[in-house]
């Protein structure tokens, strides 16, 4: 079958891109072919106005008014992900061709991070599409929904066709059931339906560091964060190697592997570092960033230590709702 994935933007979120990887990489495994819709956004009107200004009056750049995948994001993506011509608006020839819609993973169904196009998360931009229109692992991030009412309402009118439907959080079934009126089971995030050593593959260019150290994934500076890098690194007496996501990333994908991967231990408040730092079996301290979604981290904490099973589950569960009885 071919499958469209509809996910979070594939920006410079580590954990974002690899969870997508991981996701077509399974696809195909089971003989599907996917394609991510590589919606990018647009920088909101009074942000691209604000720039301009600030190029006229202090000579600054101006900012852009489409956003673009900065390097060396667009090299993993490019060469390693199966995508559709970047659009920046769902529509229905998106649809055309394809066997079967599939929302996930990540906080696709949470509001604050597709405040303009949550509905499309749903797959309203789908029309009357009569293939499969499935959700895997989708997230809403928190133990509730933050949508409005009238954005609750607009998803409503579409959830009713999504089947079937995963979540990411056990929070999530109660949602989908109290707020939607469907229902759904729980699967792991993508990323664990790959073996860790489908990632060391991906890192295994990138030379190994001997010297040992801890390596510390943080995505949002807080004072507690410093205390307990500090902390570490005099318990330990090893130096700190740190990285962050977004603007200020500096390393390929594969060399945040890498990191991972040599690192003595990990401290991050990242979802996706702690379930790297799991897959690589690594000690992991995890800070738990409530900003990013709280529940996401207790889920952590609940799946258990069988690996290969939480990869079965997963495997399972995509097998049977692409299978042609769905059809």
């Not at 709280?294 to 609940?302: A, P, Q």
């Amino acid at each position: 079958m071919k499958v469209a994935i509809v996910t979070q933007p594939l920006m410079a979120n580590y954990g974002g891109i690899l969870q997508n990887y991981a996701l077509q990489q399974v696809l195909k495994q089971l003989g599907h072919e996917p394609v991510t819709i590589d919606w990018l956004p647009t920088t909101p009107l009074k942000w691209y106005l604000r720039g301009l200004l600030r190029m006229i009056v202090k000579g600054v750049p101006y900012r852009r008014l489409f956003c673009v995948r900065s390097e060396p994001f667009e090299t993993f993506v490019r060469s390693r992900l199966n995508l559709t011509p970047t659009v920046r608006c769902y529509r229905k020839s998106l649809t055309k061709g394809m066997d079967a819609l599939l929302a996930g993973s990540d906080q696709v169904w949470r509001p604050g991070y597709s405040p303009r196009l949550l509905p499309d998360m749903f797959f309203r931009f789908a029309g009357d599409f009569r293939g499969i229109r499935m959700a895997y692992a989708a997230s809403f991030g928190t133990d509730h929904w933050e949508a409005s009412p009238s954005l609750k309402a607009q998803c409503l009118r579409y959830a009713k066709a999504i089947h079937p439907v995963s979540v990411r959080e056990q929070t999530g079934i109660d949602i989908c059931r109290q707020e939607l009126g469907i229902a759904a089971v729980q699967m792991p995030d993508p990323v664990f339906l790959l073996p860790a050593a489908a990632y060391l593959d991906l890192c295994a260019g990138i030379p190994r560091t001997e010297e040992p150290y801890i390596a510390a994934y943080i995505l949002d500076d807080r004072e507690e964060v410093d205390a307990q890098l500090a902390r570490t690194a005099a318990e330990s007496g090893l130096p700190i190697r740190r990285c962050t996501a977004g603007k200020d990333a500096t390393l390929s994908v594969e060399e945040w592997l890498a990191l991972f991967r040599d690192a003595r231990e990990v401290v991050t408040d990242s979802f996706h570092g702690s379930v790297i730092a799991r897959l690589l079996d690594k000690k992991c301290t995890t800070l738990c960033n409530e900003q990013r979604g709280k529940t996401r981290f207790d889920e952590l904490n609940r799946l258990g230590t069988d690996l290969e099973a939480l990869r079965q589950k997963g495997l399972s569960f995509l097998r049977d709702a692409l299978s042609h009885n769905n059809e």
